[in-house]
């Protein structure tokens, strides 16, 4: 049982099993730090069947299969570490069936959530889980990803209603239904959602789907310093105020989109705000929201209500992580995230600045702060051993940070490679459970291994504890 043989019995896919040097290479590729890791061979499947098939045969002789869409994610996921084969699902991208009646419809994994908008626009309706890149929806739902319009809108968590998925035998299942809500059996829809790969290849989701807004309106503000920036969005949340989108950008973070885009933004720390609704509603809620931030201090009050303005104004904010890693001047970025209780928000951002500033390091924080979850981008060489661990003791504190503050070590990125040792100090018995569940669904750990669950014999990281 072994990899070479696995690859010798996939040859039914034909053209679509590749073993070139070029195409490796692009899959062994990731958006950070972490070392170019290719597969032995990239399989292209068209149809659930085909998975099934795969799954089959690499179960069979033990080789490793790791899922592949836009491999936009930062913590790893889709690096073959183990070798195998890369599982590219960028060939099952169709929109199965569209229900506006009931506002849902089913996808393949491999579209992108821009190309499903686009498809959904003529019925009015729409898929509004935006993480910022043009993330496969497959890739999304593994990752349990979220974004700048969580704080409305919800997570994948609550925007997926059923899924199709192959096991590591080859066997398809069917989790969940249509119904919005069920009581039957074990909620096995949510165990694969976020499972990063490491329990089944998704290959159908059923999603909600959300009406296109009435109207629409963006603005953009500023203040005096990140603390009355996060205490204007703790009112904002606490007064129950549905925003649509409420985004931190502190003043690195603004200095970089200077740098990579010409922004032109005073270098002081940023709101960007998003409001839906009614038109009657977006006045009003805009006008709400100026209240609460006069309160804080908050200046430069700017208005995108044009569709062209607010695009710009979102595109700039989703090139955060190279507008973070322009600041760097040619150094990768080590990208981090963490979720902590929104009275606690205030406090965990204020450390991680100062945390930042002891460690030498050059560091950006941008926030979905509505829902607590912020972001902190790290410019690294990877080749300077003392530089990395600096950067590994600046992501190991604001881990500490956010446990101690009642809080998770991701809110968005998921586990992957880099934060495996934070998942003892986080779940501590329940990673039993975890690896029994692994075990029970991968007896052979051919799917993604090596990702999201520690090693066994991995003592917990001390920064964590």
């Known amino acids: 049982m072994t990899i070479p043989a696995a690859i010798t019995r996939l040859a039914f896919l034909g053209d679509r099993l590749v073993t070139s040097g070029a195409v490796r290479d692009q899959h062994g590729q990731n958006e950070t730090y972490y070392p170019d890791t290719p597969p032995d061979a990239v399989a292209f499947p068209e149809t659930t069947e085909e998975v099934s098939q795969i799954l089959r045969i690499c179960h069979e002789e033990s080789c490793p299969v790791v899922p592949y869409g836009a491999a936009s994610s930062l913590e790893g996921q889709h690096l073959c570490t183990s070798g195998g084969i890369s599982l590219d699902m960028n060939r099952m991208a169709s929109v199965l069936e569209v229900r506006p009646e009931d506002l849902n419809c089913t996808v393949q994994p491999g579209i992108t959530r821009l190309r499903l908008n686009e498809e959904l626009r003529a019925t009015g309706l729409m898929f509004p889980v935006d993480p910022g890149a043009d993330a ?22 609550e925007n997926i209603l059923a899924l199709e998925a192959v096991m590591a035998d080859g066997t398809v299942i069917r989790t969940g239904t249509e119904a919005r809500k069920s009581s039957t059996g074990y909620d096995l829809t949510h165990l694969l959602i976020g499972s990063e790969g490491t329990l089944g290849i998704i290959t159908e989701l059923t999603l909600r789907l959300q009406g296109i807004p009435e109207a629409t309106s963006a603005a953009t503000c500023r203040f005096a ?6 205490n204007c969005v703790i009112t904002t949340i606490q007064s129950g105020l549905p925003m649509a989108r409420i985004e931190l950008l502190d003043e690195m973070m603004v200095k970089g989109f200077n740098a990579y885009s010409g922004a032109g933004l005073p270098e002081e720390p940023h709101l960007f705000l998003e409001f839906h609704g009614t038109p009657a509603s977006v006045a009003e809620q805009a006008e709400t929201f100026g209240m609460i931030a006069e309160d804080f201090g908050a200046s430069g009050w700017q208005v995108a209500e044009k569709a062209e303005d607010r695009t ?89 940070t956010a446990l101690r503050l009642g809080g998770t070590v991701s809110g968005e990125h998921g586990i992957g490679l880099g934060k495996q040792r934070y998942m003892e100090a986080e779940h501590g018995p329940a990673l039993t459970y975890m690896r029994a569940i692994k075990q029970a669904f991968d007896p052979r750990n051919i799917l993604n291994p090596g990702k999201l669950l520690p090693p066994t014999n991995e003592v917990p990281h001390a920064a964590a504890e």
């Open 225 to 230: 310093s990140v603390e009355d920036a996060v």
């Open 136 to 157: 496969s929806i497959g890739g999304m739902a593994a990752t349990r990803a979220s974004g700048t319009t969580a704080v409305r809108y919800g997570t994948m968590r």
């Open 312 to 400: 710009a104004l979102w595109a700039m904010r989703h090139k955060a992580h190279y507008a973070s890693a322009a600041l760097g001047k040619g150094k990768h970025l080590w990208p981090t995230d963490v979720c902590v209780p929104i009275s606690r928000l205030a406090e965990a951002v204020l450390q991680a600045q100062k945390d930042a500033v002891a460690l030498g390091l050059t560091s950006t924080i941008v926030g979905h702060v509505g829902d607590g979850n912020f972001h902190a981008g790290v410019s690294v060489d990877p080749t300077d051993p003392e530089e990395m661990q600096r950067a590994e003791a600046f992501t190991g504190a604001l881990a500490k």
